[in-house]
């Protein structure tokens, strides 16, 4: 079975904390992703990475870095938390386009 | 920019009922679509995909593509009160970037 596991359900950060964001993949997927959730905004892409020490900014990297040193495990890093950044994080992974995505993080940063 | 829009509801519908959730896209070049569903406080799971145009079966749930109209649905017969979630349309172009795009979803409500 498919298994993508974040490393944290629940998390409560302070304002300038440098935080990290787990997500271990199973699947042997080359495609990892780092999304954010907000009422009424979607899902937008924060960072995508396709192998191996490789990455793409999405469409709001502003504030995030992310690492992959290894295929199955793709970080994501807030550098100074901020209370904007209170949201739901999940990780996906996925082969050719199907996303199978983790539990989930709900980050809040007082 | 590449846009997928959904209506974001609620759609409510009797049990027992179809119900049919839509999407459209802007990007003529997309070549897979996939629907999730979402349960409230959960993430999203996957539960159909489509690549060619016409109709693709699974169970209770069809999945209706045309490409022309750059339009993509989702139809769920004999509604379930645990069909009740939040369903995500996502759509991927072709080219080797295997980034979909998400609309933020439509929240179906189906009543006993």
């Known amino acids: 079975d498919v298994k993508v596991t974040q490393s944290s359900r629940y998390l409560v950060k302070r304002t300038g904390e440098k935080v990290f964001l787990e997500c271990v993949q199973d699947?042997?997927?080359?495609?990892m992703f780092w999304y954010r959730q907000d009422p009424g905004l979607g899902l937008r892409l924060i960072y995508f990475?396709?192998?191996?020490?490789?990455?793409e900014k999405g469409d709001i990297p502003e504030g995030y870095s992310v690492s992959r040193e290894k295929k199955e495990r793709f970080s994501l890093i807030l550098e100074s938390a901020s209370t904007n950044q209170t949201s739901m994080y999940l990780c996906?992974?996925?082969?050719?386009?199907?996303?199978?995505f983790g539990q989930g993080t709900r980050l809040t940063v007082v | 920019q590449k846009e997928v829009e959904q209506n974001s509801g609620p759609l409510s519908v009797p049990e027992g009922a179809i119900a049919s959730l839509n999407c459209t896209y802007s990007?003529?070049?997309?070549?897979?679509f996939f629907w999730y569903r979402q349960y409230s406080g959960k993430s999203p799971e996957l539960i159909m995909f489509?690549?060619?145009?016409g109709d693709k079966e699974d169970g209770r749930f069809t999945a209706q593509l045309n490409k022309a109209s750059q339009y993509v649905s989702l139809l769920i017969r004999d509604s379930q009160p645990s069909d009740s979630a939040t369903y995500l349309c996502?759509?991927?172009?072709?080219?080797?970037?295997?980034?979909?795009?998400f609309g933020r979803g439509t929240s179906l409500i189906v009543h006993p």
């Open positions: 996906a992974s996925s082969l050719r386009g199907e996303a199978f």
């Open positions: 990007d003529r070049g997309s070549q897979s």
């Open positions: 489509i690549y060619s145009n």
């Open positions: 699947m042997d997927h080359e495609n």
């Open positions: 996502a759509v991927m172009a072709s080219g080797g970037s295997y980034i979909p795009t």
């Open positions: 990475s396709y192998d191996v020490k490789m990455k």
